[in-house]
């Protein structure tokens, strides 16, 4: 096979310009999650939780909190539009994401949902001070 041969069957046949491009798409497709960006702020008595939902209705969020672990669940729902996808970064689906803490007050959880934000406020426990068992030693 001469150069000629090489060039003419392979990728160089091209634009580069499109090899670069389908590249990077395939490359983001391939390790972008369905997921939402957050943010934890670890104040002295609480934690405070800010998760970017744009386009999701309040109704399709839910959260839980069992054995130490917040849940939010999305069921986010995307429009389907007609002709050929030039561009498809935009997720859809079941969303989860689970955060871990220890200290928390359950009944004192407190949730917000206002223009795509979800904020949730999660009160640390108070350990009464005071609250010391005494040991003897026989």
Do not use: W
């Not at 999650?33 to 998760?51: C, D, G, M, R, W």
């Amino acid at each position: 096979m001469n150069n000629r041969d090489f060039f003419d069957q392979s990728i160089f046949k091209n634009n580069p310009k499109d090899v670069f491009r389908d590249l990077g798409e395939q490359v983001f497709n391939q390790f972008s999650s369905k997921t939402f960006p957050t943010n934890i702020y670890n104040q002295a008595n609480q934690y405070i939780l800010e998760a970017e939902l744009p386009g999701v209705n309040k109704s399709e969020i839910e959260l839980t909190y069992e054995h130490s672990t917040l849940t939010i669940s999305v069921q986010k729902h995307v429009s389907e539009q007609t002709g050929k996808v030039q561009l498809s970064e935009r997720a859809s689906g079941e969303l989860i994401r689970r955060f871990d803490f220890e200290d928390i007050d359950e009944s004192q959880i407190k949730a917000s949902y206002n223009d795509g934000i979800l904020v949730v406020i999660l009160p640390k426990e108070t350990l009464d001070e005071d609250n010391t068992t005494k040991i003897e030693i026989d």
